[in-house]
């Protein structure tokens, strides 16, 4: 048995490190975030949190729920949402943040999603590039734009991205990803959400 020297078992160590801190990374920084979270709306009310801790997180959670539920499934709670909204969508100042938040948190949850529809687009023609996106707009014709539709296009480990204006026949509708898988490959630089668990595991075999 060839004698394996001192540099084998140095490269081997790393090697390992770095396995166990992929493994664990995701784990400790999803752990620290959810504690971060806790810890800091537990701190709204700190005589509270003191005496109950977890209280306050569990009561703003329970709270937000309430609201949703109330403001959702009931004539008065919709009534007295609206009423709000349309308050603070005609304040001065107040109206350019309020509506911009809104836009973006209604973007990704709730029931008015709006990047639900991914798709390729081709951003040039030699060499053949494609990028992924989600159309958000397919009539741009009210705005005088005939023909054209508008495709967001997401950056790769950032929550920003950037819209473009193009025509129909340069994209393709996704096929094989819903638009959360879709948008964790658009994220993720495209090393993940390509596949499902159970295909990862055939191709890994394939190969």
Avoid: C
Wanted: charged share 15%.
């Amino acid at each position: 048995m060839e004698n394996k020297g001192f540099n084998y078992y140095i490269g081997f160590f790393f090697r390992s490190l770095l396995q166990g801190l992929v493994i664990l990374g995701p784990i400790a920084a999803t752990i620290g975030l959810i504690w971060y979270l806790v810890s800091s709306i537990d701190n709204i009310i700190p005589t509270i949190s003191e005496r109950f801790p977890g209280l306050v997180f569990i009561s703003v959670i329970f709270t937000t729920s309430l609201v949703g539920f109330m403001g959702t499934k009931f004539l008065l709670g919709r009534i007295l949402v609206d009423a709000i909204n349309n308050l603070l969508e005609h304040t001065p100042g107040i109206k350019y943040v309020y509506s911009s938040l809104k836009d973006v948190m209604s973007s990704f949850v709730g029931d008015k999603k709006k990047f639900n529809k991914p798709v390729w687009v081709k951003i040039n023609d030699k060499p053949e590039i494609w990028r992924i996106g989600f159309l958000t707009q397919d009539d741009l014709s009210p705005v005088g734009l005939k023909e054209k539709i508008a495709v967001y296009l997401p950056h790769s480990y950032a929550i920003s991205g950037w819209v473009i204006l193009t025509e129909m026949h340069n994209i393709r509708k996704v096929e094989g990803m819903n638009s959360a898988q879709a948008m964790k490959f658009a994220v993720s630089g495209g090393v993940s959400g390509f596949y499902t668990q159970d295909t990862s595991h055939k191709a890994t075999e394939s190969v």
